[in-house]
């Protein structure tokens, strides 16, 4: 069966909650927190967080509309640049900031053309 990568590149800060002795993860772009007993307990539970809501919008057929809700639009071909940043959170309760790439597998249930072409 054909993959397809598809990679969203976020940004995410982190905190320390004295009150509740854990580190707070956030991602500003989805609104969604996670936390860990360490900084990157948290980094990871976040990005993991944020995986598994774009896996539920893409399972719900909701994705494109939780995106738009957001403020996200398409970029034009040839409008971004590795140093360009699209979004920039200002983030005063955070210390850290961090940026990752949350990847999502699809799998086509559909053979691809070459596939096709092998079985004749």
Same mark, same amino acid.
């Not at 956030?26 to 969604?32: D, E, K, R, T």
């Not at 993991?48 to 939780?66: F, G, K, N, P, T």
């Given at each position: 069966?054909? &993959?397809?990568?598809?990679?969203?590149?976020?940004?995410?800060?982190?905190?320390?909650?004295?009150?509740?002795?854990?580190? &707070?993860?956030?991602?500003?772009?989805?609104?969604? %927190?996670?936390?860990?007993?360490?900084?990157?307990?948290?980094?990871?539970?976040? /990005? =993991?967080? &944020?995986?598994?809501?774009?896996?539920?919008? %893409?399972?719900?057929?909701?994705?494109?509309?939780? +995106?738009?809700?957001?403020?996200?639009?398409?970029?034009?071909?040839?409008?971004?640049?590795?140093?360009?940043? %699209?979004?920039?959170?200002?983030?005063? =309760?955070? =210390?850290?900031?961090?940026?990752?790439? /949350?990847? /999502?597998?699809?799998?086509?249930?559909? +053979?691809?053309?070459?596939?096709?072409?092998?079985?004749?």
């Amino acid at each position: 069966m054909p &993959v397809m990568n598809v990679e969203f590149r976020l940004q995410f800060a982190t905190r320390r909650d004295d009150e509740a002795q854990v580190f &707070v993860g956030f991602c500003p772009a989805l609104g969604v %927190y996670s936390q860990g007993r360490t900084r990157e307990q948290a980094e990871n539970a976040v /990005v =993991d967080a &944020v995986q598994l809501v774009i896996i539920s919008c %893409y399972e719900r057929d909701i994705l494109h509309s939780v +995106l738009r809700n957001k403020g996200m639009t398409k970029a034009e071909p040839g409008t971004i640049t590795e140093e360009h940043q %699209y979004i920039r959170f200002e983030i005063a =309760d955070f =210390d850290q900031t961090f940026e990752r790439s /949350v990847p /999502v597998n699809l799998l086509s249930s559909q +053979l691809s053309e070459a596939e096709l072409c092998l079985q004749h």
